[in-house]
């Protein structure tokens, strides 16, 4: 039952770094291509 608990809350840490990857995922690439952009620009 220990082992199980233990899974259990590893599994937890991981979904909740996994959902937080894809919550900041949309935003890296939007600040990715607004730094291309400008960059572009600028050359």
Do not use: E, G
Not at 17 to 40: N, V
């Amino acid at each position: 039952m220990i082992s199980l608990s233990r899974f259990n809350f590893a599994a937890l840490i991981y979904w909740s770094q996994l959902s937080y990857i894809l919550l900041f995922t949309p935003f890296l690439l939007l600040f990715y291509s607004f730094c291309c952009t400008q960059t572009l620009h600028y050359s």
